[in-house]
């Protein structure tokens, strides 16, 4: 994946794991963003979503915390349950530099373990 | 046949210069009422000239902006007339669109809805647009679509016909620094995102923003961006407050009178507020950009306001007569007999201003707004503006007294010509079931205010149109068409008290 020029510079990458409780994980993630941000000035993220839901159809979890974002960027890509893709994109994601964390549903195990093995600090919801 | 790689448009009700009046625009946001539905487009939103590509004369300005961008950039790119896509069939790759309103979520269509049942004209345009053999064709071809403009949030509501019509990236907020990226990812074939809201970090500066290459809508050209009110609701106030030079708005008026247009509309969130310190108006700048502007489209263009605030308005004239200095020396003349703009009342309630926009009537003190308020439209109506104001009913803080205080108002305003659109706050998900919202939040106090407006409106129109509107002998059908709407409105005008109350009675 080439990432965008401005928007996904020096951003923060936040992978948004979640089958059911999908508006518990944005909200969690969105507060997240905001304490990194207050932390380290970054104000672009990236959300990688995980998720059984077909794209577009996941939005209508994210939409509450979309609709109240004014205040940082927010670039959106769809990951699916394809693993290896997931696997794929946190390496690029590790070896680029970038910061990265993980806001997953707690019944997403092997989502979680698979960041954690990398490296990936998971907070579950 | 066509050479476009990259294509931006959108639907007739954006496409269009609306008989060079800019308000008769805002009927694309309702359906047709008393009149049949073609007649009523036409009034709305009259097909515009093109050259034989199929690019318009006119197109919406903030398409112009993202165009000027993608040719310094070195794409093919161009706007289309909505009719003459097919002629670029065989070169598009990417097509963009731009909207102030996709899905008729925006205000005042949202209103026009919920009060007639009926789905806004805007709405019906575009969805027609979308559906219609050109753009399914491109989408077969593997046409990649980006959709973007003010209106790009209602996407998110919208997802069965985000995933229908296979729209690939949805983008919001100011594009300029980032357009070029996306469509070059778009062109090579990458992975694009679903969605991206530009935040206010990432807003262009002065010199990112671009001259205009073709003629925009009316000869609408921005003097500014950003708003240095503070509104906490507001994305536009977290952006960077920025004046455009007078050099770029020069530029941009030339661009528009080449293409034949006479007039200029100034863009901004609060025109008197350029060259501004802080919330207080200052003479110079504003004496300059009206001088400048006066000089370029000559006496007999017109000049109108996008946008202006009614503290900013009291304030400029009381501490320095600069509104009457600026309509008598600059804009009336025996050409030109009225400024037209928008201004936002809101509320009449002192207590809710003080919630919901405590920075709105700075300088002066939420306390005072319907002074305010009144002063301004004094001013205005003793020098020839007419606004179109807007009031926002069913805040989520709003009383029934909250309500009465703005029946007050709009009994004060009565003696001063201008129109006034009540507007429903209305949380999205409420708005899915538009009859629903109508009959669950409509109190009997906002019955009065919606027919206290309608009646107010009916009035000052009538007014208006037989004075100052549509003077032009080429305009005849249309003013005629106008009328016929105003007799239809007035004779509903009995019948939409007890239609209103019997629908919260269900």
Same mark, same amino acid.
């Given at each position: ?10 951003n ?66 769809? *990951?699916?349950? =394809? #693993? %290896?893709?997931? $696997? @794929?994109l946190?390496? +690029? ?10 806001? *997953?549903?707690? =019944? #997403? %195990?092997?989502? $979680? @373990?698979?960041?954690? +093995? ?8 | ?26 009927m ?10 073609k ?5 709305a ?40 896509l097919?002629?670029?069939?065989d ?15 925006g ?5 026009f ?17 979308m ?39 949805v983008i919001?907020?100011?594009?300029e ?20 809201y ?39 106030t ?21 293409a034949?247009?006479k ?17 207080r ?11 400048m ?17 009614l ?22 003349n025996?050409?030109?007999n ?8 809101e509320?009449?309630s002192?207590?809710?201003?003080k919630i ?7 300088p ?10 009144e ?9 020839y503006?007419?606004p ?24 004060r ?17 409420a708005l ?8 669950e ?9 919606l ?28 003013r005629?068409?106008i ?17 209103l ?5 269900k």
């Amino acid at each position: 994946m080439k990432s965008l020029r401005v928007l996904e510079e020096n951003n923060t990458c936040i992978i948004l794991g979640f089958n059911g409780k999908g508006s518990d994980v944005a909200l969690v993630a969105y507060n997240e963003l905001a304490r990194i941000s207050a932390r380290t000035r970054c104000r672009r993220f990236t959300f990688f979503i995980v998720t059984n839901k077909p794209s577009p159809y996941y939005i209508e979890d994210l939409r509450y915390v979309l609709q109240n974002n004014i205040a940082y960027t927010i670039v959106m890509r769809y *990951v699916g349950l =394809d #693993m %290896e893709k997931l $696997s @794929r994109l946190i390496d +690029e994601i590790r070896s680029s530099g970038k910061p990265l964390i993980g806001v *997953v549903e707690s =019944d #997403m %195990e092997e989502i $979680s @373990r698979l960041l954690e +093995e990398k490296g990936v600090q998971v907070i579950r919801v | 046949m066509g050479k476009y790689e990259v294509v931006l448009t959108v639907d007739r009700s954006m496409m269009s210069n609306h008989h060079g009046k800019e308000f008769l625009g805002f009927m694309a946001t309702g359906p047709a009422m008393g009149i049949p539905e073609k007649l009523w487009q036409w009034l709305a939103a009259p097909k515009i000239k093109v050259d034989s590509e199929g690019r318009p004369v006119q197109a919406p300005y903030g398409m112009r902006k993202v165009e000027a961008v993608l040719i310094d950039a070195g794409f093919k790119a161009a706007i289309i007339d909505p009719d003459h896509l097919h002629k670029h069939l065989d070169t598009m790759k990417v097509m963009m669109v731009g909207h102030h309103d996709y899905f008729a979520y925006g205000p005042p269509s949202s209103e026009f809805w919920s009060m007639t049942g009926k789905e806004p004209l805007n709405r019906r345009l575009f969805i027609k647009f979308m559906n219609s053999p050109v753009v399914r064709k491109a989408k077969e071809k593997g046409v990649r679509f980006i959709m973007g403009g003010p209106a790009a949030w209602q996407w998110l509501w919208e997802l069965e016909l985000w995933k229908k019509w296979g729209v690939d990236t949805v983008i919001e907020g100011e594009v300029e620094r980032v357009i070029v990226d996306l469509v070059q990812k778009a062109l090579d074939g990458e992975e694009l995102p679903d969605y991206v809201y530009v935040g206010p970090g990432d807003s262009p500066s002065i010199e990112e923003i671009p001259v205009i290459k073709a003629a925009s809508v009316n000869g609408l050209v921005e003097i500014m961006r950003g708003c240095p009110r503070g509104c906490k609701f507001c994305s536009v106030t977290l952006r960077p407050l920025r004046f455009i030079p007078l050099e770029k708005i020069r530029e941009e008026i030339r661009v528009n009178k080449k293409a034949g247009i006479k007039g200029v509309i100034l863009h901004s969130e609060d025109v008197l507020l350029y060259g501004a310190d802080g919330v207080r108006p200052r003479p110079e700048p504003l004496l300059k950009l009206h001088k400048m502007v006066a000089e370029e489209v000559g006496p007999k263009g017109d000049i109108a306001w996008a946008h202006a605030s009614l503290a900013a308005i009291k304030y400029a004239e009381e501490e320095y007569g600069l509104v009457s200095k600026l309509m008598h020396e600059y804009i009336l003349n025996e050409h030109r007999n009225l400024l037209g703009l928008e201004v936002g009342i809101e509320t009449g309630s002192p207590r809710l201003a003080k919630i919901i926009m405590p920075a709105k009537s700075l300088p002066y003190k939420p306390e005072e707004w319907p002074d305010v308020v009144e002063d301004a439209f004094r001013i205005m109506h003793e020098n020839y503006m007419i606004p179109a104001a807007t009031l926002i009913l069913g805040l989520p803080e709003e009383k029934p007294e909250d309500v009465v205080k703005t029946l007050e108002l709009l009994d004060r305003l009565r003696p001063y010509r201008s129109v006034i659109v009540p507007m429903f706050f209305v949380p999205m998900g409420a708005l899915k079931k538009n009859m629903w919202f109508m009959r669950e939040h409509l109190k009997p106090e906002h019955i009065d205010v919606l027919v206290k407006c309608l009646e107010h409106s009916i009035y000052w129109a009538e007014e208006i149109i037989n004075r100052f509107y549509l003077k032009e002998p080429y305009l005849a059908p249309v003013r005629l068409g106008i009328k016929l709407f105003l007799r239809f409105a007035k004779r509903g005008l009995k019948s939409l008290k007890p239609t209103l109350e019997a629908m919260i009675r269900k």
